[in-house]
């Protein structure tokens, strides 16, 4: 479909996924990773998508350019494990045409 | 021994809605929740964020949600055990249940409702190397019982609202408080930033900030807490204390119940969705966010239908063969287990002359 953007999802096993995400259902991609089912039901997005429990935190591994980070995602970050200099909360990044070739690695479960 | 007619694990909002359902029905219920407090989600992760989709409130808070389904379930008088984990349950002769806690603590009741949501809190350990080993010498993920810190040095590390309103009640209880943070801003609420500022001012509250625990150092017991701070130039130093609390926030897992013989599927509970959400264990039912079935939403609205019809076959598993003829309580009315009683009032029939 012409809205959807291609995005690359290694999941917590290390298994590469590469996933079309449209632009046009209001999708962030933690919502995204569980409609693909990348990761257990109950172990990503258990927040729902408040930025408030760091479940979805991924690792953005390419530079496509992202929406600044807003101060509460920052925050659940500064409080969350694993943490890396390349860290985001999937909830936070809606599906937007920008967002073509994306690859992120979802970080380990905590 | 606490009996029931319909023990209740999980107090969140389907939880305590089903108190209210079965209190129509003149069933007593009794909770179980892992966390300290009622509401479940609602309190734990989200208190003060709007909700808009429960029917008949264009928005409301989810901790005045879980406050409005507490004062609407009262009169039933639901028994509370909190804090406490459901571990085990043992189907007895007479098909009733015993279901025990992680502390011992036992419930018996014909009829078993699963409302556990995503599972039971656990919270979320720092990744310490040799934190384990200090669990319950010092190191606690929980406050339970805050009286455990009178006259002691505590050290807090999180930068949410638990370590914020705990370093604030803490000050007033502990010899010395110290909170430390990755970062300087915190992620409370703003009254309760203002106070520990107001109490770091009078220099009561140590703030240690942006700093990290990285280490535990003690023989038995906690001694003290090796902390990294990256202030101007790294740094590493000790903090003296007798107790850790780690504030991280919890996360949810399905945790025992998974065992219990019920059938699994996604980390939800398999049930009956066409009659009455009762699971592949006739007296277990699971409402709510925990269950799963062709089409199931995890919207609380949902949960609070589920509540409602599981309460109708309970009905008829503590009262085989008794008739029951829905009533509406505008007409029927509330009697409350404690004696009290709601009701409309009268028409006014009056000639107007």
């Not at chain 2, 926030?249 to 065992?259: E, F, Y």
């Amino acid at each position: 479909m012409e809205q959807d953007i291609n995005i690359t999802i290694i999941d917590r096993e290390g298994v590469s996924h590469k996933v079309q995400a449209p632009t046009d259902m209001a999708m962030n991609l933690m919502e995204v990773v569980r409609s693909y089912e990348l990761a257990p039901e109950g172990t990503i997005g258990v927040c729902g998508g408040m930025a408030m429990c760091a479940s979805c935190q991924c690792y953005v591994l390419n530079d496509t350019p992202l929406p600044e980070m807003q101060d509460g995602e920052e925050a659940m970050l500064a409080e969350a494990f694993y943490v890396k200099e390349n860290s985001r909360l999937g909830c936070q990044l809606h599906i937007t045409p920008e967002l073509e070739g994306l690859e992120v690695e979802l970080a380990p479960e905590s | 021994m606490i009996k029931t007619d319909i023990l209740i694990i999980g107090a969140g909002p389907t939880g305590l809605f089903a108190v209210f359902e079965a209190g129509l029905l003149k069933l007593k219920c009794h909770l179980i929740d892992a966390l300290p407090q009622a509401g479940g989600q609602c309190s734990e992760i989200y208190p003060k964020k709007p909700i808009y989709d429960i029917p008949g409130f264009p928005e409301i808070l989810a901790g005045d949600l879980t406050t409005n389904l507490l004062e609407q379930c009262k009169q039933f008088e639901p028994g509370f055990t909190l804090g406490e984990r459901a571990e085990t349950i043992e189907k007895q002769e007479d098909g009733t249940f015993v279901v025990t806690t992680n502390k011992g603590t036992k419930h018996h009741a014909p009829v078993v409702a699963i409302a556990g949501g995503l599972g039971s809190f656990e919270p979320r350990k720092p990744l310490i190397h040799n934190i384990k080993s200090f669990e319950d010498k010092g190191v606690e993920y929980i406050i339970k019982e805050p009286e455990l810190y009178r006259n002691k040095k505590v050290v807090i590390a999180g930068g949410g609202d638990s370590a914020l309103d705990w370093s604030v009640f803490l000050s007033d209880v502990a010899s010395e408080v110290t909170l430390i943070h990755r970062r300087n801003e915190f992620r409370g609420a703003l009254d309760s930033v203002e106070k520990v500022q107001e109490l770091k001012n009078k220099g009561k509250i140590n703030l240690v900030t942006p700093a990290e625990v990285i280490g535990i150092v003690g023989d038995d017991k906690v001694k003290a807490v090796v902390v990294s701070q990256s202030q101007h130039i790294a740094k590493e130093f000790e903090i003296e204390c007798d107790h850790f609390i780690p504030l991280f926030g919890l996360s949810p897992k399905l945790g025992p119940i998974a065992n219990w013989g019920l059938e699994i599927e996604k980390n939800a509970i398999v049930v009956n969705n066409a009659l009455d959400y009762q699971t592949n264990i006739p007296g277990i039912f699971a409402i709510g966010d925990v269950n799963t079935y062709p089409g199931k939403l995890k919207l609380i609205l949902c949960g609070f239908h589920e509540a409602t019809l599981m309460c109708q076959a309970a009905y008829q598993i503590i009262n085989p063969g008794k008739k029951y003829v829905l009533k509406y309580t505008t007409v029927s009315g509330i009697d409350g287990f404690d004696g009290t009683r709601k009701e409309a009032p009268k028409a006014v029939i009056k000639k107007i002359e």
